[in-house]
């Protein structure tokens, strides 16, 4: 079978900075990612259905490279994927990136609401709905996209015990958005010497942030054009000429109301806890005070 499995997966969570990961691992010349950086092969059953061929192709590219892998920031998220993973790839190794789970939610909300159109509610009752819900991560057997809940995600210590029913602790390394802003050298030489790569390599592109937020505004334009899928039936170049020339803007993220804030530190602080604990790090800057 043409191409290779992969050696490592960067495995969540969504909106903490895995792009960026990815980003730098493909410039680094041991190294090698597939330009298409999510592809949801664990994760998605119609994909898994399709067999291992087509995952190798992925990889194909790859030649002598030390190292290839990909990022899917949902793997973890699922029972049926990491199970999926350890089945295929028992001895890969795994990137988790965890980011503070209130900007975490928020930023991952901004991103459906504003870019994608695909979530309708505000952030407030977003919250609101999924606190009532009490969501946990999905069922065993149960691999399904839209099983995925904004709150659930940033429960970390939950997932990482989902990699440990599968992966022994030292094929995991588990870093934080902030280590990754606040030294991206330090924290990418981390990531060389758990992948088994030359850690003296740092690429241009070490210390760029990648997939910055942006939105396409107006948001009820675009949220029409969305749809209505009006862009789909212009010529492409059109299309991408409205969109990413006419509409597209890196803006700041709208506040966050304080009292939902308060509350979903509420939520997280027993998970913050016990991720704090397995992770040996302090986190009390997560749940100020």
Sequence with gaps: MAGRLPDFLIVGAAKSGTTSVADWLRAHPQAFVPTAKELYFFNDDARWALGLDGYREQFAAAGDAAVAGEATPFYMYFPEAVARMASVIPRAKLIVVAREPVDRAHSNWRHLYYRQATESRTFAQLVEDELREDARLPPPGRCDLDA????????????????????????????????????????????????????GVVPPEVGQRSNAHREFRPVRLWRLLVRHRILERLPDRVGKFVALRLMWRETPPPP????????????????????????GRDLSHWNPG
Excluded: K, M, S
């Design 256 to 279: 966050l109301d304080p009292a939902t804030r308060a509350r979903l530190a509420d939520y997280y602080a027993e998970p913050n806890a016990a991720f704090a604990e397995w992770l």
């Design 148 to 199: 995925r809940r904004h709150l659930v995600h940033g429960r970390y210590r939950d997932q990482i015990e989902l990699l440990l029913e599968h992966y022994p602790r030292e094929r995991i390394l588990a870093l934080l958005t902030e280590d990754l802003e606040g030294d991206p050298r330090a924290a990418f030489a981390r990531i060389c010497r758990f992948l088994g790569i030359d850690d």
